[in-house]
């Protein structure tokens, strides 16, 4: 995607073009996996603008800075819970993420993924972001546990906690 | 949950992402064959799978291509949004200042005073306001002429009516006659100074040991032939308004136009010696609320020059009196004159 992502400046090419190369290679991903944190395509749109320009920001005042794409998603968990606290908190958005799984493409709507979004619907947004980053993002689990600050055995608890719930919402689907 | 559950967990999670060993496996199996919960709540190894494989097939089957706005659109949109608050809030700030004005307005009383033993308190924004009913003082000055016409319909009547405090005759007739600034010369009474001040203050110098409040006072035998009269001690100038007599400007609210509010207020402001009206206290109501409250409030309002004894400021208070007369019960125009 040839897309300009910022303004042309001396002082910000550089970020802007190491931005660039990151919004090319991960903004699919990340809009993808952040629209499964917190079920809204445009919220996740949101998101993933907020991700990149803080990573242009970063780049920005230390441009020798090394931004892999470990940051980024963590920058995404971060700001996934930030959002879902947030929306708890005010309660003007609807709670049931489902309906805005309903308003997903027909293509989109297989019954594995509607599973899923069930599923992580009903997680902590820990143990969705667990089983996302890796099942979904393709992580392991010691990766996962980098970007999320803990530890490897407890991005497993929480995976196979992620599974009980996706398991008992198959089980009530079939 | 038993500790050993818990490891199985953990082995779960492993088998799910692909990432146990053969010994983590046939760890994992033993303990499902023995512990019944972890078998309903897990399932074994196939069921893990299948679990799993419906998130990879949920993952394969993404189509969604997501356009994402541009780090320049980002930037526009904080900055609309910057400005969306701060207009918000202007506006806010605008409807919240009319609507307090329109309560302020709706608020002050309008009802006539039936009793007069009852003594109100109007609610005047930062200021405490106390109408008191008391016997009204005569007045020393006759009412003077229209000076001021408020609005097309209500005329306001400057009058000044010196209330001053009760004193005995002999000394009014020694102090002359009152003004707003006068210099008084007091007769000093060796009795009344022995009996006022400290006893270990010798008499030649127990004047200058006089507190100021006393200074002012009569002494209590000024008549007598033992009392001498001295060269001008106590220069006293009282409160006025700064800015003159129309400094006190009331303006009642509509409501006393629409009942054609009509009568004399008398009031007092205490002033402390920086200028500043402490209390109003009306002396002589009018009879209306909306014309006793909107007279102390602009009383409130007002500075003032403070009381000064020998040039040094101290409390005192300014009485004045206004009154309001509806024009339309008057005779002829009523023509501003002071």
């Known amino acids: 995607m040839e897309e300009v992502y910022l303004t042309a400046g001396s002082a910000e090419s550089g970020a802007q073009v190491r931005v660039e190369a990151l919004a090319r290679e991960y903004q699919t991903k990340l809009a993808r996996y952040l629209r499964r944190m917190v079920g809204d395509s445009e919220v996740a749109l949101d998101l993933t603008q907020d991700v990149l320009f803080a990573a242009f920001r970063t780049l920005q005042h230390d441009p020798e800075r090394p931004l892999t794409a470990g940051w980024l998603y963590k920058t995404a968990t971060n700001s996934a819970i930030s959002y879902l606290r947030r929306k708890k908190i005010i309660r003007m958005l609807p709670l049931d993420r489902e309906h805005d799984v309903r308003s997903w493409r027909i293509d989109e709507q297989s019954a594995a993924s509607l599973d899923l979004q069930a599923a992580l619907a009903r997680l902590p947004a820990d143990q969705s972001a667990a089983m996302l980053l890796t099942s979904y993002a393709g992580y392991t689990s010691h990766e996962a546990a980098a970007i999320l600050g803990t530890s490897a055995d407890a991005v497993r608890q929480r995976v196979c906690r992620a599974m009980k719930t996706l398991r008992t919402v198959m089980t009530e689907r079939s | ?338």
């Open chain 2, 1 to 338: 949950m038993n500790p050993t559950c818990a490891r199985v967990e953990s082995l779960a999670g492993a088998i799910a992402l692909g990432e146990a060993s053969d010994a983590e496996r046939d760890e994992y199996r033993r303990h499902i064959a023995a512990c019944a919960p972890c078998l309903r709540a897990l399932g074994g190894e196939r069921e893990i799978e299948r679990v799993m494989s419906a998130v990879a097939d949920a993952r394969d089957a993404e189509t969604w291509e997501p356009i994402v706005p541009s780090a320049r659109d980002r930037r526009t949109r904080l900055a609309r949004s910057a400005w969306r608050v701060g207009l918000s809030g202007v506006a806010l700030a605008i409807v919240a200042s009319l609507g307090l004005h329109v309560l302020l307005a709706a608020a002050v009383p309008t009802v006539r005073i039936a009793d007069a033993s009852v003594v109100p308190v109007l609610p005047v924004s930062g200021m405490h306001v106390t109408l008191d009913q008391r016997t009204p003082a005569p007045k020393s000055v006759a009412a003077a002429p229209p000076v001021r016409a408020v609005s097309e319909s209500l005329v306001v009547v400057h009058n000044v009516i010196a209330l001053k405090a009760s004193t005995p005759a002999n000394v009014k007739a020694a102090r002359g006659p009152a003004s707003a600034t006068e210099t008084r010369i007091s007769t000093r009474s060796v009795v009344a100074m022995a009996t006022s001040a400290p006893s270990n203050v010798p008499i030649w110098r127990r004047d200058a040991a006089m507190p100021v409040a006393n200074a002012t006072h009569a002494p209590l035998f000024a008549g007598r032939a033992e009392s001498i009269a001295v060269a001008p001690v106590y220069v006293v100038h009282d409160v006025t308004p700064l800015g003159g007599d129309g400094a006190i400007s009331p303006r009642p609210p509509l409501i006393a136009y629409a009942e054609g509010a009509e009568g004399t207020t008398a009031f007092e402001v205490t002033v402390d010696e920086h200028g500043a009206p402490q209390h109003c206290t009306i002396t002589k109501s009018s009879g209306y609320f909306s014309l006793d409250g909107a007279v102390c409030a602009a009383a409130m309002h007002a500075r003032y020059v403070p009381r000064t004894v020998n040039g040094r400021a101290t409390p005192g208070v300014y009485r004045d009196a206004f009154t309001f007369r509806s024009q339309s019960q008057d005779d002829g125009p009523a023509i501003p004159q002071r």
